[in-house]
């Protein structure tokens, strides 16, 4: 679903004119669809109609108070990765009980919190991850509800960066390592092995690599069956790519298709974590521009977002379309979108063919995952707003940063 339209010129998303978003609330700014949000939830539910599945949002792509309140009454649940986003869901009115906690390393007052809250899962990923676990729990008088993120050596064809499941990632635990890690985590007093997990990357538009970690990874849970060790939940990660320029994206049904295939009849729930493809297309970066430069060969449109705000491109060489709130009339020129950071990687699009005047402003599409979510303060720069719009209102969900707040935690030194 796009919520994104044009009428006489102006792009407007669901029924507000972006142009009075920036009016009312300044820019640079982030921008929600809650339609799209919800649309892009119920492709997911509808896929896995008549299967025991749970799906969890993977609250890293977008951890804004309102976004996973909106998840939340939908009835999802989260895949987190840190104390500080288990402590967003239970703000923004998530179930516990519908809580996963991945990541490659966990502290000890993590754990106790998660232990605490009563969550659903812990992700495993290492055999000392297994000890300290159990160790807590038994601290704690309580048992650890585990699984195991196996890593299946399966190449997602994506960006290095979001590949995880090959075998030299720093991701879970060695294919070949699992079974004995199942026998050990099954014989602590403190953990109670509840399922089996992998997540091979992310922006995948093949599905035939998910099916293909699916497969071995059910190898295993048959097994571990066969040694006596019981799984109850096979999680299959996230992944599912999205579409930023002109890639063939599958709907949530084609993309499970093969997984749901291979998992047929099978008694065990089925999680997964999306993340990605549940907030990038609902949402957008708006911008204005500040300064054009026309210059030898190359010119500038200076935006007031630069990279604190939106880093994909500059971390990964991510395309980001990039759209003119009110079209004007006549040809455009290429422009290099760059933002006021003292970097020459300081750029959110490269040879954009735009028709510019300075105070115009600009939509960079897809922008709703990993967007403000790895948004930083470099150059002390307050970071942006964020609107979620529903229907003809938008609220905004997130006041812009004040410089002050930038420096608040620090102090000179005494005398
Ligand atoms: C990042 C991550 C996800 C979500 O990935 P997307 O590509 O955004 O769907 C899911 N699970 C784990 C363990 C992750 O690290």
Redesign the pocket.
């Known amino acids: 679903m796009n919520p994104l339209q044009r009428q006489q010129g102006a792009l407007r998303i669901e029924d507000i004119a972006l142009a009075d978003i920036a009016a009312r609330f300044g820019t640079p700014c982030y921008v929600y669809s809650r339609a799209a949000l919800t649309a892009a939830f119920e492709d997911y539910r509808s896929a896995l109609a008549g299967r025991n599945a749970l799906i969890c949002f ?1 609250v ?2 977008n951890s804004n108070l309102a976004v996973l309140n909106v998840f939340a009454r939908l009835g999802a649940g989260f ?1 987190i ?1 840190s104390g500080g986003e288990l402590a967003r869901v239970m703000a923004a009115g998530g179930d516990p009980a519908r809580v996963v906690f ?2 490659v390393s966990k502290t000890e007052m993590e754990m106790e919190q998660a232990l605490d809250l009563g969550i659903r899962c812990f ?1 495993v990923e290492s055999a000392s991850e297994l000890e300290r676990l159990d160790a807590v729990a038994g601290r704690l008088g309580k048992v650890a509800p585990v699984s195991l ?1 196996v890593n299946p050596d399966v190449d997602p064809k994506t960006h290095p960066y ?1 590949s ?1 499941g090959l075998k030299t990632s720093k ?1 879970g635990v060695p294919f070949e390592d699992a079974l004995a890690l199942y026998h050990r985590a099954a014989a602590l007093p403190h953990l109670r092995v509840e399922g089996i ?1 992998c ?1 091979i ?4 538009l093949d599905p035939a690599p998910a099916a293909e970690a699916a497969g071995k990874i059910i190898g295993l849970v048959d097994r571990l069956a066969a040694e006596g060790i019981a799984i109850h939940h096979i999680d299959l ?5 999205i579409r930023y320029r002109d890639e063939a994206v599958l709907s949530a049904a084609e993309y499970l298709a093969p997984l749901l295939q291979i998992t047929a009849g099978r008694p065990e729930q089925l999680l997964f ?6 907030v990038g297309n609902a949402g957008l970066l708006l911008t204005r521009v500040e300064v054009l430069k026309h210059g030898e060969g190359k010119n500038f449109a200076v935006v007031d977002a630069a990279m604190n705000d939106l880093v994909r491109p500059a971390l990964y060489d991510a395309w980001h379309d990039i759209q003119p709130v009110q079209s004007r009339p006549g040809p455009g020129q290429p422009y290099e979108i760059v933002g006021p950071v003292c970097e020459s990687g300081d750029f959110l699009g490269h040879d954009r063919d735009l028709a510019l005047a300075e105070g115009d402003l600009l939509a960079i599409l897809s922008a709703g ?2 967007g403000m979510t790895m948004s930083s303060n470099y150059n002390s720069r307050p970071r942006a707003a964020e609107v979620m719009v529903d229907g003809a209102s938008a609220h905004l969900v997130r006041r812009r940063e004040q410089i002050s707040e930038l420096f608040g935690q620090e102090a000179i030194l005494p005398g």
């Open positions: 993977a890293k792509a895949d990765v991945s990541g992700n993120r979001i995880t991701f997990d997540h990357g992310s922006q995948i990660g996230g992944g599912k790519g974590e999306p993340g990605r493809s549940l995952a990993y």
